[in-house]
């Protein structure tokens, strides 16, 4: 995490190997209510693992009353819900800047919302029996490798009081068909409003703790800080933006767009983990204008917006943004935090109108 | 096509983005046999079109005695044939070549294997009737864009007789669903052997004409040239290649692998469009090793083979090439052409034994 990288000289090698790897949703999959299987963004830290379903099992160990292994077939016997749940990477929008540590280098693309099928953590954690001395509960993964020189498996911890959210979900199927090995395959864990890092995949182990846990991708990544030397706080809910799909037609390869002159309806997505988005604006060479905003019912995933640009011929820049119903609203300039996490600056598509 | 990047100045931007939008297959995706759906790599050189399956037609037009209009269901109704076939982006390996034309800067993970169903293109051709004047057949996609200052839809020809051959389908299905949009919905063509450039998406019209077709990705893009003045000859078949999926763990970001010493069953793919796979060999520091390959049963899919290898500790390369029945073997120094198309170099693994 030491390395740098300024705009200046491009972009570092191994920021390309990860962005080939690890794939954003293009953006005019913000058309679709629910992101078509494979436009799903992705981001895995180290390889995906590869896991037998029928020797696969999960185990629920620690402060419990009761420890319990299940097999699929018995996750997949309990109750069940369908949520539609956008995710967004915490990185989402780093590339905008400079100069920044080397890491998942993202456009703006690390979005997408997928209909997840699961049953709730929380029914299995009663079966268990929380002991009186938890405070939290650990979710390994099955993925491995070294990470500022420290060799783990992926884990995340979240608070007993965020377990027991109705809406928590150990998930074995996405858009109505079993999880991709990518996703996380056979199961993984869903913490809907909260960034992506949280929702651990090809968990294996979940483990209810007497104490704060202190693992890398909790205590050392993941964090608001200043610098190196700031502790800095836990990232965690997704913060309020909203993203249009660039209109017209592209260039390959600079993506630059052309637009025809006449009415262009601009459409868009706009989301938040810590309340409801109540207004979008698009913003036409700098003057904003209130967009139709279309307030879905299911809390957890984007709504849609729109509006309609008289686009007269020449270059103009369009961008927008969101405010959600705690009055906060998206920057005009970031203040950047040491990697890059949790920005939500506005974007800016410009156009080339004929 | 004029901007040159070199290796020295990092990668471009317009690279990146390409990048995040355009992914590959993991490489560990070569343990299955069919790419899981969304794994599978993806080129799209403009935006993902959308397309009203309802409204949707496949018109067949030109030198024909009877022009058809089709609909998805007319389609689906003819004679349906699955097979796997393994699709590598011509392109793929380009960041190897140093400097190199700003494009899709892939690694070595433009290739997979899926299941593709669909109806025999000849099948529909022989019911218009092929007048005798007819030399090539052009198909258009729906997604448009701008390169090189040339707007256009994306198109690419075929020989009659590329046409005639059973296997080149017109592919409404992958892996047993109906094909994701970024992948061609509602219809895609597909031609076993050639590099993907050639399997068109969004496929709406195949029109039969009667000289050799003159547009953009078919006479200036998709091109062995030795420079830009050099008209050169075309892309078309798939050169011999084996890749290996990296052993061990990785580090983040950087992807560098550790492995723990002792017996390493190395595992990987080899394939070629032109004639079989017949040989595979591991080279460890420098030595060459035959591995153990499995023929497959299926003309077009890629073949698997492994290599059991004593990993003692300290830093070791590792490679593997192919050979295919005509004795082409994977080069160690590629000769580029212009655009980095269809080099085959020998993928070479760095790791550190434990």
Same mark, same amino acid.
């Given at each position: 995490m030491t390395q740098l990288v300024s705009r200046a000289e491009?972009v570092r090698?191994d920021e390309?190997?990860l !962005?080939?790897?690890?794939?954003?949703?293009?953006?005019?999959?913000?058309?679709?209510?629910?992101?078509?299987?494979?436009?799903?963004?992705?981001l895995?830290h @180290?390889?995906?693992?590869?896991?037998?379903?029928?020797?696969?099992?999960?185990?629920?160990?620690?402060?419990?009353?009761?420890?319990?292994?299940?097999?699929?077939?018995?996750?997949?016997?309990?109750? !069940?819900?369908?949520?539609?749940?956008?995710?967004?990477c915490a990185g989402n929008g780093r590339t905008a800047m400079d100069p920044r540590n080397v890491g998942q280098p993202w456009?703006?693309?690390?979005?997408?919302?997928?209909?997840?099928?699961?049953?709730?953590?929380?029914?299995?954690?009663?079966?268990?029996?929380?002991?009186?001395?938890?405070?939290?509960?650990? @979710?390994?993964? !099955?993925?491995?490798?070294i990470q500022d020189d420290v060799?783990h498996?992926?884990?995340r911890?979240?608070?007993?009081?965020?377990?027991?959210?109705?809406?928590?979900?150990?998930?074995?199927?996405?858009?109505?068909?079993?999880?991709?090995?990518?996703?996380?395959?056979?199961?993984?864990?869903?913490?809907?409003?909260?960034y992506?890092m949280t929702?651990?995949?090809?968990?294996?182990?979940?483990?209810?703790?007497?104490?704060p846990f202190t693992g890398f991708q909790q205590a050392v990544n993941y964090r608001y800080q200043r610098d190196e030397a700031d502790p800095g706080v836990p990232v965690s809910r997704?913060r309020?933006?909203?993203?249009?799909?660039?209109?017209?037609?592209?260039?390959?390869?600079?993506?630059?767009?052309?637009?025809?002159?006449?009415?262009?309806?601009?459409?868009?997505?706009?989301?938040?983990?810590?309340?409801?988005?109540?207004?979008?604006?698009?913003?036409?060479?700098?003057?904003?204008?209130?967009?139709?905003?279309?307030?879905?019912?299911?809390? @957890?995933?984007?709504?849609?917006?729109?509006?309609?640009?008289? !686009?007269?011929?020449?270059?103009?820049?369009?961008?927008?943004?969101?405010?959600?119903?705690?009055?906060?609203?998206?920057p005009a300039e970031q203040i950047w935090n040491r990697l890059g996490l949790g920005n939500n600056l506005?974007?800016?598509?410009?156009?080339?109108?004929?």
């Amino acid at each position: 995490m030491t390395q740098l990288v300024s705009r200046a000289e491009g972009v570092r090698f191994d920021e390309l190997a990860l !962005a080939t790897r690890n794939h954003g949703m293009q953006l005019e999959g913000m058309r679709y209510d629910i992101t078509p299987i494979g436009m799903h963004y992705l981001l895995i830290h @180290f390889d995906i693992p590869e896991i037998d379903p029928s020797s696969w099992r999960l185990r629920i160990t620690g402060c419990v009353k009761r420890g319990l292994e299940l097999s699929l077939d018995d996750i997949r016997s309990r109750p !069940a819900t369908t949520i539609p749940v956008t995710l967004e990477c915490a990185g989402n929008g780093r590339t905008a800047m400079d100069p920044r540590n080397v890491g998942q280098p993202w456009g703006l693309e690390a979005i997408s919302t997928a209909a997840w099928t699961g049953t709730a953590l929380v029914g299995i954690l009663d079966d268990c029996g929380i002991r009186d001395e938890a405070v939290e509960v650990v @979710f390994t993964g !099955a993925d491995r490798g070294i990470q500022d020189d420290v060799e783990h498996n992926y884990q995340r911890s979240l608070s007993i009081r965020e377990c027991r959210r109705p809406e928590v979900l150990l998930a074995y199927e996405m858009n109505g068909g079993a999880l991709p090995p990518q996703h996380g395959f056979p199961l993984r864990l869903l913490v809907p409003g909260w960034y992506g890092m949280t929702s651990v995949k090809w968990l294996r182990n979940i483990e209810v703790v007497d104490r704060p846990f202190t693992g890398f991708q909790q205590a050392v990544n993941y964090r608001y800080q200043r610098d190196e030397a700031d502790p800095g706080v836990p990232v965690s809910r997704i913060r309020v933006r909203a993203l249009m799909i660039p209109p017209g037609m592209p260039d390959n390869p600079s993506r630059r767009r052309t637009v025809d002159a006449g009415a262009v309806v601009l459409r868009g997505r706009a989301w938040c983990g810590t309340s409801p988005v109540v207004r979008v604006e698009v913003g036409v060479d700098g003057v904003w204008h209130d967009a139709r905003l279309n307030r879905e019912p299911a809390e @957890f995933a984007w709504c849609s917006w729109s509006y309609t640009w008289d !686009a007269r011929p020449g270059a103009h820049r369009l961008s927008c943004r969101a405010t959600d119903a705690d009055g906060n609203v998206q920057p005009a300039e970031q203040i950047w935090n040491r990697l890059g996490l949790g920005n939500n600056l506005i974007q800016e598509v410009p156009v080339t109108v004929r």
